[in-house]
């Protein structure tokens, strides 16, 4: 199988723009055949969608199968939008049962049903019973192809076992250990297996202390299990703690992929399945929702500076610092609330540490505005003479960036709680909210302080 190096993926891109054009498929496919589905997935993404419909077709169901599996949702859809029922059954029976329940859960309900009868019985239910679990779980993200057995078989029967599954499983990395309830007990490694002797039983060889997770727990939080304690596999219980699937390391990057894709997406107030739409009338109706808030926001900043009116006539000086006080806000909102947002999806702050935290910000953010605030005095002082204006715009500047920084990081632990993702508080709706606080805040302590710098 080859690998595309990236100096060589866009002269293969082009190569296959060629050939789409000129209907060549023979030398499509003699150039995608030996590819990794990867490689191939990454190929399809930058092509259109016209090319993407052209040249799926053409790969073995196989191949095209594992392809599927590599891509993003919304080109998934695109592509299996003209493939036949029958094709994409023959597409789902060659997945593991986790990709396969992640298509099927994309399709329409008719065509879904339609798929779920043609494929055999056995994956068909495998399918069924992971479609019952929300999407984003642990028992949504796990696969029913794992090897495990009772603690009163022997390595040998273990062994015979492994065999049993070598077509479905192409890496087993560990053996699960039930009771005839089939309640996990504990695990065994291919290691221990191969260094004991055939007729010892399982239960002399078996390591019960292991990590496992409930189905319902949230795919996010299974990640930081997998990178906090280092793990490969890990089992997945119900609540009566029978063994019922297990999560490897590729779904986990996968994850972890997903959420920060996500995440940034959201940074910007888009969409992630934005990314990979060509209509530029659905991209537009997904950002418009957010540009409008900042849109509305910015119009109150507005009439907040009018109602001020008479102190900028009175003293035009102050408007020139105006941008200052906007941008130190929303800069400080956006840090401090990126921080908070980082360290809730890596586990680092936890929910209940939010006062911790909260503290740490105000005493960070209280620290920052003394700098600033020192800076803004001197240069007011120096450049129109004035260091009592000096004094009560750096003293403004202090407490916009002081309000910034603390509602920057609180507001994020506040979605948490609120079950939100913190990453909705960043972009437009912080930045907005600072502009208007910050100007309201710089507008009424200087129009107050007037007697005392004229």
């Given at each position: 199988m080859k690998f595309i190096s990236e100096n060589d993926f866009a002269e293969i891109l082009s190569s296959i723009r060629e050939l789409i054009e000129k209907k060549n498929q023979g030398a499509l496919l003699n150039l995608l055949i030996d590819l990794h589905p990867a490689d191939i997935a990454d190929l399809l993404t930058d092509l259109k969608k016209d090319e993407r419909k052209y040249l799926f077709p053409l790969l073995p169901a196989e191949k095209a199968s594992a392809v599927l599996t590599e891509l993003d949702p919304?080109?998934?859809?695109?592509?299996?939008?003209?493939v036949s029922e029958q094709r994409l059954s023959t597409l789902v029976d060659k997945m593991d049962s986790d990709?396969?329940?992640?298509?099927?859960?994309?399709?329409?309900?008719?065509?879904?049903?339609?798929?779920?009868?043609?494929?055999?019985d056995e994956i068909s239910e495998d399918v069924k019973e992971l479609?019952?679990?929300?999407?984003?779980?642990?028992?949504?993200?796990?696969a029913l192809e794992f090897v495990s057995v009772k603690n009163k078989s022997t390595v040998n029967q273990t062994i015979k076992a492994i065999r049993r599954v070598r077509k479905k499983m192409k890496t087993v990395h560990t053996i699960w250990v039930t009771n005839d309830d089939e309640k996990l007990l504990g695990s065994v490694s291919l290691t221990d297996l191969v260094l004991a002797k055939?007729?010892?039983l399982i239960s002399k060889i078996i390591n019960k202390d292991i990590k496992y997770v409930y189905t319902d727990m949230d795919q996010e939080e299974v990640a930081i299990f997998f990178?906090?304690?280092?793990?490969?596999?890990?089992?997945?219980?119900?609540?009566?703690?029978?063994?019922v699937g297990q999560i490897t390391i590729d779904d986990i990057i996968d994850v972890v992929e997903e959420e920060a894709s996500e995440d940034i997406s959201l940074f910007a107030g888009a969409s992630d399945e934005e990314l990979q739409e060509d209509s530029f009338l659905k991209?537009?109706?997904?950002?418009?929702?957010?540009?409008?808030?900042?849109?509305?926001?910015?119009?109150i900043a507005a009439f907040i500076i009018q109602q001020f009116e008479g102190t900028l006539v009175q003293i035009i000086a102050l408007t020139f610092f105006m941008p200052v006080i906007m941008a130190m806000g929303g800069n400080s909102g956006i840090q401090s609330s990126i921080i908070v947002i980082r360290g809730l999806a890596t586990g680092e702050i936890s929910v209940e540490s939010t006062w911790r935290r909260f503290f740490r910000e105000f005493r960070v953010s209280l620290f920052i505005g003394l700098i600033f605030g020192v800076i803004m005095l001197?240069?007011?002082?120096?450049?129109?003479?004035?260091?009592?204006?000096?004094?009560?715009?750096?003293?403004?500047?202090?407490?916009?960036?002081?309000?910034?920084?603390?509602?920057?990081?609180?507001?994020p632990f506040l979605l948490k709680r609120a079950d939100i993702d913190p990453a909705l508080a960043s972009g437009p709706f912080i930045t907005t909210f600072n502009d208007i606080l910050g100007l309201l805040i710089y507008l009424v302590l200087i129009t107050a302080s007037i007697p005392y710098y004229l």
């Open positions: 919304p080109i998934v859809d695109q592509i299996l939008e003209d990709d396969a329940a992640d298509i099927i859960s994309e399709l329409p309900d008719e065509v879904a049903q339609s798929v779920l009868e043609q494929i055999p479609l019952l679990y929300e999407e984003d779980t642990a028992g949504g993200i796990m055939g007729k010892t990178r906090k304690y280092d793990l490969v596999t890990l089992p997945v219980v119900n609540s009566s703690h029978q063994l991209i537009s109706w997904v950002r418009l929702p957010w540009l409008m808030v900042a849109f509305v926001g910015q119009l001197l240069v007011v002082g120096l450049w129109l003479g004035n260091y009592m204006m000096g004094l009560i715009i750096g003293f403004a500047l202090n407490l916009v960036i002081l309000q910034a920084t603390l509602f920057g990081g609180l507001i």
